[in-house]
């Protein structure tokens, strides 16, 4: 059978290899300037990053439903989480390196700083569905992994007032990134 535009997704939710081979025709160039933009700082990991994304893609393609989004926007984001996977992923093996045995080069340590920003980005993007005063709630909890008593007393909040607060952003960023989430 002939792969199509007409016919791709049909016969990629088959399974049919064809399908898979024309989204890589098709939308190939699109993924990887999308991979490029957030892995620009490693090249080395561009090919690798691409081919998880087809694999995605093929594992779920039974999740994408036409009339939430496009395709091409549901592909991008597959794409777009799945470099900054790999952004966190070579963060964490860099971190974990003992530092006493590398001598670590001035560029290595702007690919950290650069890595860092673009995590920190991304984050802040993620995180501006919320309220200023959740927001801060969040990042001094979670990112900056503050005690609760502390932000309590320091925001002159009830930790009962701050749990509920937290219960409700997680669920608003739940609703929001679910279906990323039942993509990983």
């Known amino acids: 059978m002939r792969i199509t535009k007409d016919n791709y997704l049909n ?3 088959r399974h049919n290899e064809k399908a898979l081979e024309y989204v890589l025709e098709e939308y190939g160039g699109f993924l990887m300037s999308i991979i490029r933009k957030h892995l620009y700082s490693l090249p ?17 393609i039974g999740q994408f439903d036409e009339n939430k989004s496009t395709f091409k926007n549901w592909i991008a984001a597959i794409a777009r989480y ?22 670590l080069a001035l560029e290595d340590r702007h690919l950290v700083k650069l890595i860092e920003e673009e995590i920190s ?16 709630l969040f990042l001094k909890l979670f990112y900056k992994e503050e005690d609760i008593s502390d932000v309590s007393r320091e925001m002159h909040l009830t930790k009962s007032v701050i749990y509920n607060r937290i219960s409700r952003g997680k669920r608003k960023l739940r609703k929001l990134f679910r279906n990323w989430s039942e993509l990983s």
């Open 11 to 13: 016969q990629l939710k």
């Open 82 to 103: 799945q470099s900054i996977d790999y952004l966190r992923k070579y963060l964490c093996e860099y971190e974990h390196t003992n530092l006493d045995e590398v001598s």
């Open 44 to 60: 080395a990991f561009h090919e690798d990053c691409l081919n998880d994304v087809l694999f995605k893609i093929w594992k779920h």
């Open 121 to 136: 980005a991304e984050v802040s993007s993620m995180l501006n569905c919320l309220s200023e005063e959740d927001k801060i």
